[in-house]
Structures are given as structure tokens and as C-alpha cells.
């Protein structure tokens, strides 16, 4: 069962059940829909990933912590542009919870302890705020958010209490006020512009460098540079987190850079070599098991590795009594 550290965002609209209790399903639709329109937008320009919606609920997540603060922050603005220009019976209001943690990833959706606290602290997080909890605290950039601790609560099936804080949204502050340029909400839409974001993970670094230099070579009708430049920067980045043992996270920027470039044979080289290495080096420190188990989920996803099942007696320790089991074959 693949697991991640990620950072996870719930939202809901406060007094939702109360609000559409006596409204039509047209009505309740509308509602809806503009709540999606509105936060929709944040969540793309921060690099969040929409898991799922319940009602008038958002669980998203994201890689990094600081962007996910920065996110909630910047729904609350366009809330707050939004409110600001419809009658009090149309105003949206909307609670924001992020928690970070280790978590399941099964059939695109996420599990764990870590969901469950962030969900617990989104139904008790005030309305037009953003609360968080003290593992964000500690991993987020504290310069580009200024926050404060509101205490700790104790939730129901956590059994640990858990430090909370909560942004600061000061008026006054040259960060808010950056914040308010950079958003402006019409009734066709939303537009964000100059926001300063956090790190971005690897795999997103490498999506987005590789539009921008797409677009470069496409306008100078340089493709073939336009490939070559693609390719060195995709393995570069793959090969920095295969470095740091994080070898799926790289075969997932190489799959991202194959889709460019379906028959590049330096891409599927470069893949075959990253797992390669990344199994032989669990087969090293002892877990030929493991070793066997994850290179046997990898060529699952991405048939371009099925050249390795050949290797796989190779993935053994020196006590040779300890053998992993051959994998067999993908389904076709």
C-alpha cells in the first residue's frame, strides 16, 4: 500500500446544511457550482490536487506545506472580493483546515490519521480563517505566513491533543496587501497574478519548466532543442530524488517527460537505470523482499521496465537461503 508525506486541506461553506435546508436542488446546484468557480482557481495556482468533493466540502492536497497555507489564504481573499460585491443571501463563507502527515494513497484517494485530524479541525476552524496544525507549523516557511497558536484541542478518536495556529489576515500588513493585489474576482471569473508560492516539488518544478521552455522552442520553431533541453532537465530532477531514495517520485517526472517524448530511448534508459539501481540498493541494505515487491509494482505501472523481471534473481542478499520470490509477468 503506497503511502506519502503530503499536506491536506479540508474547506467547507459555513452553515451550508442550515442555508439550503429549505432551497431548491436548483438553488443548492447554484451554490455549488459558484463555490467551485471561486476556490477552483486557488487550488490550480498553488499546486493543490483536488481528491474529492463532499457537498460543499474540498479535501485537497498538496506537496508543500507552505503553499497549502498560502492557498487557504488566498481562497479566503477571493471570498472576501466575492462577498463583497452580492447580497448578504449570496455571500459564501468558508472554513479552511490543513494538516500534514503520512498518509495512504488507494484508488486516488487518501487515508490516515493525518485526513482524519484535518478533517476534525476543519469542523471546528472559525469561518473566513485558516487553521493549522502544529506538524505545518514546523515544516512551513514561517516568513511568508505570519500565524499564531490558538492552543491545543483534543478530537474525537485522536488520542493525543494537537497544537493549533491559525493565520493572521492583518488588513494593514504589506503581505495581506500583496495578497489583495494580486486577485481579482468578476463575475466571469477569477484571476491570480504575482502571488509569491512556496518550494515546489520536484515533479511540478520540471512540469512547469518544461511548458515554459515549450513554449520558447515552439515560438523559435526549435523542436528538436526543444526535446533535447526537456529530456536533460527531466533526468536531472528524476536522478536529484532517486538520490534521496524517493525513486518512484523520479520515474513519475519520467513518465511525465515520455508523454513529450513517447520514443525517446534516453528517457527509458535513464527510467531502467533509476530502478534498477533504486532495487539493487534495497536488495544491499538487506530487503531483497522489499526490493522485489516494489520493482514488481513499478513494472505494473509502466510496462517500459518489464526488461528487468529477467533481473530479478539478482535482488538477493548474501545468505542466498533468503531469495525473493520471481515476480510474475504484467496482465497485458
Known sequence: MPSKTLTIMFTDIKGFTARTSGSSREGMQQLLTEHDRLLAPAFRHLGGNVVKTI????????????????????????????????????????????????????????????????????????????????????????KEVPSTSIGERTFKGIPYPVRVYRVIIDPNSEHVRRLRESVTVTKSGVSISGLRTGELSPRRKFKVAAAIVGLLAAAAGLLFGFA???????????????????????LDIMDD??????????????????????????????????????????????????????????????????????????SP
Open 55 to 142: 457537498g460543499d466540502a474540498f479535501l485537497v492536497w498538496f506537496d508543500s506545506p507552505t503553499n497549502a497555507v498560502l492557498c487557504g489564504l488566498l481562497i479566503q481573499e477571493v471570498l472576501r472580493q466575492h462577498n463583497e460585491s452580492v447580497p448578504e443571501a449570496e455571500r459564501i463563507h468558508v472554513r479552511v483546515a490543513v494538516n500534514l502527515g503520512e498518509v495512504e494513497l488507494i484508488d486516488g484517494d487518501v487515508l490516515g490519521e493525518p485526513v482524519n485530524i484535518a478533517a476534525r479541525l476543519e469542523g471546528i476552524a472559525e469561518a473566513g480563517e485558516v487553521w493549522f496544525t502544529e506538524s505545518v507549523y514546523l515544516a512551513m516557511n514561517r
Open 228 to 250: 533535447t533541453m526537456m529530456e536533460r532537465l527531466a533526468v536531472a530532477n528524476a536522478k536529484k530524488l532517486a538520490a534521496r531514495g524517493e525513486a518512484s517520485s523520479a
Open 257 to 330: 517527460a515520455l508523454r513529450h517524448a513517447p520514443m525517446s530511448q534516453t528517457l527509458r534508459a535513464e527510467a531502467i537505470l533509476i530502478a534498477k539501481g533504486h532495487a539493487a540498493s534495497l536488495a544491499r541494505k538487506g530487503n531483497p523482499g522489499e526490493a522485489h515487491d516494489w520493482l514488481a509494482r513499478e513494472i505494473t505501472k509502466r510496462s517500459y521496465l518489464e526488461s528487468l523481471i529477467s533481473e530479478f534473481p539478482e535482488l538477493e542478499t548474501r545468505d542466498r537461503s533468503t531469495k525473493p520470490p520471481r515476480a510474475a509477468p504484467p
